[in-house]
């Protein structure tokens, strides 16, 4: 049984920082993209970040480049979120997704084939 459990969020004030991290088993972690998906409210559902936990390949939305940094431990199949100058669009409820690993024009891609529950993040202004 595939399990994705995401921990990790909380409220900050803009400016601050979080840290989310995400524990996945029941499937090869190596043969996918494990990553973040968010969902704020009104809004649909969208990518965030994900990486290749085989590579260290990494995808990030424009919008947290340069704020977000993923990262892996392959040996605690654990894939982290650093989150750093948090600001209140960053506010939703934050999902760890996982699906069979998939390069398009040498760019990875992000899926959420299988999530967990979410993790919800605030950032007050």
């Known amino acids: 049984e595939v399990q994705l459990q995401a921990s990790g969020g909380g409220l900050v004030q803009a400016g601050g920082s979080l840290k989310l991290s995400c524990v996945a088993s029941?499937?090869?972690?190596?043969?996918?993209?494990i990553g973040w998906f968010r969902q704020a409210p009104g809004k649909e559902r969208e990518p965030v970040s994900c990486?290749?936990?085989?590579?260290?390949?990494?995808y990030y939305t424009d919008s947290v480049k340069d704020r977000f940094t993923i990262s892996t431990d392959n040996t605690k199949r654990t894939v982290y979120l650093q989150m750093n100058n948090l600001e209140p669009e960053d506010t939703a409820v934050y999902y760890c997704a996982a699906r069979p690993l998939l390069f398009q024009f040498g760019k990875l891609v992000c899926g959420m084939d299988y999530g967990g529950k979410g993790t919800l993040v605030t950032v007050s202004s």
């Open positions: 029941g499937f090869t972690f190596l043969d996918f993209s």
């Open positions: 990486i290749s936990p085989s590579d260290r390949t990494t």
